[in-house]
C-alpha cells in the first residue's frame, strides 16, 4: 500500500522556522495535487497549502506570506517551508496527494510545536 511519509516537524520558538517535507513509499500516478493540512488539539483539520501539476499554489489566509509550498506531484513530492512560526501554528501537518480521480493517500502526520 503506498504511504505518504512526512518529516521535519519538530520543536521552535515563535518566529522560527522550519521545512517539512513529503514523500510517497511508491510511485502514486496521475496526482493532480498535492497539498499540507494541518490539526490542531480541539479542532478540525483545515488547509495550509497546496500545489497542483502545473506549479499553481493556493494557501490559507493565515499562512500568507509566511509559508511557501514547492514540489513536484510527478515526482510525489512536496516541501512546505515555514518562516516566522507562531504558537498558533502548533498542529500535526499531513500531506495529501490527490489523483485525477479525486482519490487522496494521506501521511500519517508530523508534529510541529511553536513556543512563545
Known amino acids: 500500500q503506498v504511504q505518504l511519509v512526512e518529516s521535519g516537524g519538530g520543536l521552535v520558538q515563535a518566529g522560527g522556522s522550519l521545512r517539512l517535507s513529503c514523500a510517497a513509499t511508491?510511485?502514486?500516478?496521475?496526482?493532480?495535487?498535492m497539498g499540507w493540512y494541518r490539526q490542531a488539539p480541539g479542532k478540525q483539520r483545515e488547509l495550509v497549502a497546496t500545489?497542483?501539476?502545473?506549479?499553481?499554489?493556493n494557501y490559507a489566509d493565515s499562512v500568507k506570506g509566511r509559508f511557501t509550498i514547492s514540489g513536484d506531484t510527478a515526482k510525489n513530492t512536496v516541501w512546505l517551508q515555514m518562516n516566522s512560526l507562531q504558537p498558533e501554528d502548533t498542529a500535526v501537518y499531513y500531506c495529501?496527494?490527490?489523483?485525477?480521480?479525486?482519490?487522496?493517500?494521506w501521511g500519517q502526520g508530523t508534529q510541529v510545536t511553536v513556543s512563545s
Open positions: 500545489i497542483t501539476g502545473d506549479g499553481s499554489t
Open positions: 495529501r496527494a490527490r489523483d485525477i480521480w479525486s482519490r487522496d493517500t
Open positions: 511508491r510511485v502514486i500516478f496521475k496526482i493532480n495535487t
